[in-house]
């Protein structure tokens, strides 16, 4: 019997038999000290993946959006994203909590605003305004029945963002489903 994978959460992923005896053969050592070989290598290939000089992993989604948010942002900032995005309606709250933030929510078509509704959305910097800190963008958006973001929109709402200044995270958890869904339009 073939056994199939739930990819709908992170919370709901349950290892297949195979990739428990892989996981108990790994090799392991101290994350801390950058000594667990299995870590390294797969940060390694993320980053090259991706093209960046390095990542990091982290047990979950939710804390790698938390994260990012944190960093990209300064406390009383606004983020703007998709009305029914993972980092709004599903993490607790936490880009309030943990960083301060508010979110400043869009609806878009599909899943994806469009760079018109981002532009609307930012706010001008004047000091009674809180400033636009971030766009999150999802891909692929969980709540819009796992469409893809259109890459080009994409593209359009980062060129916008690098305009203003503004950083943009991507929540990526299900990235390589869109990139496979995007090779095959």
């Not at 998709?82 to 960083?99: D, G, P, Q, R």
């Amino acid at each position: 019997m073939k056994e199939w994978i739930d990819l709908r959460s992170d919370t709901v992923t349950r290892p297949t038999k195979p990739m428990c005896k892989a996981m108990a053969r790994a090799e392991v050592g101290d994350d801390v000290y950058g000594e667990d070989p299995t870590v390294n290598k797969l940060q390694e290939k993320a980053a090259a993946i991706f093209g960046r000089e390095a990542a990091l992993f982290v047990p979950t989604g939710s804390m790698g959006n938390a994260i990012c948010l944190k960093v990209l942002t300064q406390p009383g900032s606004e983020v703007i994203c998709y009305s029914k995005s993972h980092v709004y309606n599903y993490e607790l709250s936490s880009m309030a909590v943990i960083s301060g933030l508010t979110p400043r929510v869009l609806e878009g078509p599909q899943g994806a605003p469009t760079p018109d509704q981002v532009e609307q959305a930012i706010h001008p910097g004047i000091y009674y305004l809180a400033p636009t800190g971030c766009i999150s963008l999802e891909n692929t958006a969980n709540m819009a029945g796992g469409r893809i973001f259109p890459l080009e929109r994409m593209r359009e709402i980062v060129d916008l963002a690098h305009k203003h200044g503004i950083p943009v995270h991507l929540d990526g958890a299900r990235i390589f489903n869109a990139s496979v869904a995007q090779l095959a339009l």
